[in-house]
């Protein structure tokens, strides 16, 4: 049914591509302001005509059959969201009249990159080339293999003039962001991945102010400026939000715990969460492959991850820092420059060892080293005093971190207004299993065959690649009255193929996607329930605004 | 006998070098690298590239190809095959885990695909030409034509959520690591795999039993009034039975890396799966590895097949 939705689609496009034609042809045909600025991409005119040419909410409705939200904006619906934004609904003549304006030379052929290599991204691909002929915008689309920092981020040496350093018109790709910050800071002329928007002083003013404030209501203020600023502009081009799917079996009962977003870390409550399956098994997925996956990247993907550590802070379904974990209280500073962290005493390892200050202090070194930690992470753990003089080797340990007793005290030389969720995320490592461990090869690190943690449950009997067990950590400083006594991980990695056969058999409690297609499929399952659940995860296009020759002649 | 054997076995040490060289540069010629599959392509664009380039470091992949081939080389030679770049597990250690999965599903398989296929072929060709027959090629032709994945699927809805009789997946659970105590896990895989390779090998016992027994000595047995049964299975199987022997020898090292789909669809955790995934991620040591058990199995089958062809039939001489 979809397919021929699909097909209808493509027919309608191109019917009207014909009818469109003539009109297109008559347009004048060189001369432009753009050719002085070196890409027709840097007319706002032609930005905005691209995205009134594409009608997202057929989209919407047909590719991803109603299963995501359309994008005014990088920031999801919601308070965070400024009011008024222009939609830039489908308007197709609005998009030929912008076009002729700018005079868009109709020999200019797009060249379009994307990475994903799944059915929805090639629909999408092929319906976007489809409504940018009919106004008259020829596109050709090419997925991008290997290296794809080096073929996507890598921004000019001259912020200003450009040219380009990456080799594309306008670039497919999402952001799944843990915080505001992460959807505009890389639109900022100093951010070492903005690669195709030029230096936009009036921008850069804007984001700064963004970056200047913890007080969260003046965050979002000063955020909703952003926004309007690069909708006016189209300095992107947001096409769609994604939803994530939690999916949950009739045999277990959450006791009021909320569904956030499970691409992160949030206090879900199991230990209170109850199962009418008499061994206390709960059956989920994302279990071990061939190692548990370190925390660097993603703190809380799979459920292990937030399972078996602890963080100082908890945080709740929207990631909002809420009340202390293994601290057992915090305080911050008025200008968010120092935190008070008290740790819970008596606290202790999967393997007895006491838990202690020294592991706080250790994990932020330690992980400050991982490649490819976390750009949040990496943001708040830079921000410490001394951070720099202990990754040059000039001192032994950072000097903003201070240790007395069970009390860790952390102060910044920069502001960073998401320093709380950091310490909500990431989560304490023990030192005593990890020390002396090169922080490079950390994910190579045996340690992660079997991971030692703090968390409510702790790694059981493990068969790499088949299934994982967790069981409950009798030790654990918080009891809870649920009767989840081990976890079932069926060893499927983050993209289960196996999701709806295992549920279908009655082998899933518990688990999640961004799958449209499982979210069908598990609805249709006896005693499953789907629940969508908004995340910060946007789909766009990267425009190339610096000045670059045509890649296709 | 034994100077044919020595001097296939001497001949395998150039075969495997250059296959192996093949291979490695074949893992290398695919963009990037297995630094590349860590990061997901979303994140990527805030990761540190300098902190990129010291795991790419750290990890040996920035040497020069000949470099790493001439390193794998020798570690090889000293029985070192290097730790996988993922986890930091010895390779070895890896695959030893993996590899008692597929040799279940696989010898399994076999048995079934052997049994099944010799004796209804043989049947099928001895009655040549009747309902049986008919039936039978029917069956072959169904079993050849429908794919692996599709046939799985449709075990898994009929005997799982149907009947209910067996697990939806997976080879063991906690408390059945035993053999005997987890059988049920590996009768809908081995089925699926055994059943898919039966009707190629019933196809091929057919035709070469058909052939068999239009054979001179077939008549000579006959005219010297040895019982039918006798004439049949003891005259005519012989020599049928070497082809087929052929076929099964070959399907050996299939068997291994042939497994991938029935391991995927029934959550299998073999070296199929393993592989696929060591070669989406680049993980150089760990498709060296597979890749180099394979090419060893099919040069090893081959010269069993020689061997066992030689032992079957009485005309075959090793020289």
């Known amino acids: 049914m979809k397919k021929l939705v699909l097909l209808a689609l493509v027919l309608i496009v191109s019917v009207s591509l014909f009818a469109g034609g003539a009109t297109e042809a008559a347009a004048p045909a060189a001369a432009a302001e753009w050719k002085a600025m070196g890409t027709p991409l840097a007319d706002v005119r032609i930005r905005q005509a691209l995205r009134y040419a594409i009608d997202m909410e057929t989209i919407v409705?047909?590719?991803?059959?109603?299963?995501?939200?359309?994008?005014?904006?990088?920031?999801?619906?919601?308070?965070?969201?400024?009011?008024?934004?222009?939609?830039?609904?489908?308007?197709?003549?609005?998009?030929?009249?912008?076009?002729?304006?700018?005079?868009?030379?109709?020999?200019?052929?797009?060249?379009?990159?994307?990475?994903?290599?799944?059915?929805?991204?090639?629909?999408?691909?092929?319906?976007?080339?489809?409504?940018?002929?009919?106004?008259?915008?020829?596109?050709?689309?090419?997925?991008?293999?290997?290296?794809?920092?080096?073929?996507?981020?890598?921004?000019?040496?001259?912020?200003?003039?450009?040219?380009?350093?990456?080799?594309?018109?306008?670039?497919?790709?999402?952001?799944?962001?843990?915080?505001?910050?992460?959807?505009?800071?890389?639109?900022?002329?100093?951010?070492?991945?903005?690669?195709?928007?030029?230096?936009?002083?009036?921008?850069?003013?804007?984001?700064?102010?963004?970056?200047?404030?913890?007080?969260?209501?003046?965050?979002?203020?000063?955020?909703?400026?952003?926004?309007?600023?690069?909708?006016?502009?189209?300095?992107?081009?947001?096409?769609?939000?994604?939803?994530?799917?939690?999916?949950?079996?009739?045999?277990?009962?959450?006791?009021?715990?909320?569904?956030?977003?499970?691409?992160?870390?949030?206090?879900?409550?199991?230990?209170?969460?109850?199962?009418?399956?008499?061994?206390?098994?709960?059956?989920?997925?994302?279990?071990?492959?061939?190692?548990?996956?370190?925390?660097?990247?993603?703190?809380?993907?799979?459920?292990?991850?937030?399972?078996?550590?602890?963080?100082?802070?908890?945080?709740?379904?929207?990631?909002?820092?809420?009340?202390?974990?293994?601290?057992?209280?915090?305080?911050?500073?008025?200008?968010?420059m120092e935190m008070v962290f008290e740790l819970r005493s008596g606290v202790t390892w999967h393997d007895g060892k006491p838990f202690t200050a020294e592991d706080v202090r250790f994990t932020i070194e330690y992980s400050l080293q991982i490649p490819g930690l976390n750009a949040v992470a990496v943001t708040t753990y830079s921000s410490i005093k001394g951070a720099k003089d202990f990754l040059d080797k000039k001192t032994d340990h950072i000097s903003g971190i201070a240790i007395s007793g069970n009390t860790v005290k952390i102060t910044f030389d920069k502001l960073?207004?998401?320093?709380?969720?950091?310490?909500?995320?990431?989560?304490?490592?023990?030192?005593?299993?990890?020390?002396?461990?090169?922080?490079?090869?950390?994910?190579?690190?045996?340690?992660?065959?079997?991971?030692?943690?703090?968390?409510?449950?702790?790694?059981g009997q493990t068969v790499l690649g088949n299934y994982g067990i967790l069981?409950?950590?009798?030790?654990?400083?918080?009891?809870?009255?649920?009767?989840?006594?081990?976890?079932?991980?069926?060893?499927?990695?983050?993209?289960?193929?196996?999701?709806?056969?295992?549920?279908?058999?009655?082998?899933?409690?518990?688990?999640?996607?961004?799958?449209?297609?499982?979210?069908?499929?598990?609805?249709?399952?006896?005693?499953?329930?789907?629940?969508?659940?908004?995340?910060?995860?946007?789909?766009?296009?990267?425009i190339n605004q610096y000045p670059h020759p045509a890649n296709i002649k | 006998m034994l100077n044919f054997i020595i001097r296939k076995i001497l001949m395998l040490i150039p075969m495997l070098i250059a296959i192996s060289f093949l291979i490695f540069l074949g893992v290398d010629l695919m963009p990037g690298d297995a630094v590349d599959f860590m990061i997901p392509p979303d994140a990527l664009s805030s990761v540190d590239p300098v902190k990129l380039e010291a795991l790419r470091e750290e990890l040996g992949l920035n040497d020069p190809f000949f470099v790493r081939y001439v390193k794998w080389l020798g570690n090889i030679v000293q029985g070192d095959f290097g730790y996988s770049l993922q986890s930091g597990v010895p390779v070895a250690e890896l695959v030893a885990s993996k590899l008692p999965a597929t040799l279940e599903l696989s010898i399994a398989a076999l048995i079934i695909s052997t049994l099944f296929g010799s004796l209804l072929g043989v049947v099928s060709a001895l009655k040549k030409g009747t309902l049986v027959d008919n039936a039978l090629t029917v069956f072959g032709m169904i079993g050849v034509a429908i794919p692996q994945f599709l046939f799985g699927l449709i075990m898994i809805m009929v005997f799982v959520f149907k009947f209910q009789w067996f697990p939806v997946g997976g080879r063991m659970t906690p408390g059945s690591e035993?053999?005997?105590?987890?059988?049920?896990?590996?009768?809908?895989?081995?089925?699926?795999?055994?059943?898919?390779?039966?009707?190629?090998?019933?196809?091929?016992?057919?035709?070469?039993?058909?052939?068999?027994?239009?054979?001179?000595?077939?008549?000579?047995?006959?005219?010297?009034?040895?019982?039918?049964?006798?004439?049949?299975?003891?005259?005519?199987?012989?020599?049928?039975?070497?082809?087929?022997?052929?076929?099964?020898?070959?399907?050996?090292?299939?068997?291994?890396?042939?497994?991938v789909v029935i391991e995927q669809v029934f959550q299998w955790p073999g070296v199929g799966q393993m592989f696929v995934m060591a070669v989406r991620s680049q993980n150089t040591p760990v498709v060296m590895m597979v890749a180099f058990f394979s090419v060893l199995i099919v040069l090893v089958s081959s010269i069993l097949v020689d061997v066992v062809t030689a032992l079957l039939d009485p005309r075959v001489k090793l020289s």
């Open chain 1, 61 to 336: 409705d047909t590719i991803f059959e109603g299963k995501a939200q359309l994008a005014v904006s990088m920031t999801s619906p919601g308070s965070w969201l400024a009011d008024g934004l222009n939609d830039y609904a489908y308007n197709p003549e609005m998009a030929k009249k912008l076009l002729k304006e700018a005079q868009w030379p109709s020999d200019y052929t797009l060249d379009v990159v994307y990475y994903y290599g799944d059915q929805q991204t090639v629909d999408l691909m092929s319906i976007v080339q489809q409504y940018w002929a009919a106004v008259g915008v020829k596109a050709q689309f090419r997925k991008l293999e290997g290296d794809l920092a080096a073929q996507l981020w890598v921004p000019p040496a001259d912020r200003v003039n450009g040219p380009s350093v990456v080799k594309w018109d306008l670039a497919y790709a999402a952001v799944a962001a843990l915080a505001e910050h992460e959807f505009y800071n890389r639109f900022d002329s100093s951010a070492s991945n903005n690669s195709s928007l030029p230096k936009k002083p009036a921008l850069d003013a804007l984001i700064a102010k963004t970056n200047a404030t913890a007080d969260v209501e003046k965050q979002k203020v000063a955020f909703k400026a952003v926004q309007k600023e690069m909708s006016e502009n189209m300095y992107n081009m947001p096409l769609y939000h994604q939803l994530s799917f939690i999916y949950t079996s009739d045999k277990i009962d959450l006791k009021g715990g909320k569904l956030g977003n499970d691409q992160f870390s949030y206090d879900k409550n199991l230990l209170n969460w109850t199962t009418t399956r008499p061994d206390g098994m709960m059956y989920t997925n994302g279990g071990p492959e061939e190692f548990y996956q370190m925390h660097a990247v993603n703190p809380g993907l799979f459920l292990y991850q937030e399972i078996l550590f602890d963080r100082l802070v908890n945080a709740d379904e929207n990631l909002t820092p809420t009340d202390g974990l293994l601290a057992k209280n915090y305080t911050v500073s008025a200008d968010g």
């Open chain 1, 416 to 459: 960073d207004p998401n320093a709380l969720l950091t310490f909500s995320q990431w989560p304490v490592l023990p030192s005593h299993l990890l020390a002396g461990s090169n922080p490079v090869t950390c994910q190579q690190n045996a340690f992660w065959q079997k991971p030692v943690g703090t968390g409510p449950f702790k790694v």
């Open chain 1, 471 to 542: 069981e409950r950590n009798n030790a654990y400083f918080l009891k809870g009255t649920g009767n989840i006594s081990k976890i079932f991980m069926h060893a499927n990695g983050e993209n289960d193929p196996n999701l709806q056969k295992n549920a279908e058999g009655g082998k899933i409690d518990y688990a999640w996607s961004k799958s449209v297609q499982d979210a069908k499929g598990m609805a249709g399952i006896k005693g499953m329930t789907v629940n969508p659940v908004n995340i910060r995860y946007t789909r766009l296009f990267y």
């Open chain 2, 178 to 259: 035993f053999f005997f105590m987890r059988l049920d896990y590996l009768v809908l895989p081995a089925l699926t795999l055994g059943l898919s390779l039966t009707a190629g090998v019933m196809r091929y016992s057919r035709s070469s039993m058909l052939d068999s027994l239009n054979k001179d000595y077939i008549k000579t047995a006959r005219s010297k009034g040895l019982p039918e049964w006798r004439v049949n299975l003891v005259h005519g199987l012989r020599v049928a039975m070497t082809p087929v022997a052929v076929l099964i020898g070959f399907r050996l090292p299939m068997l291994i890396g042939g497994a």
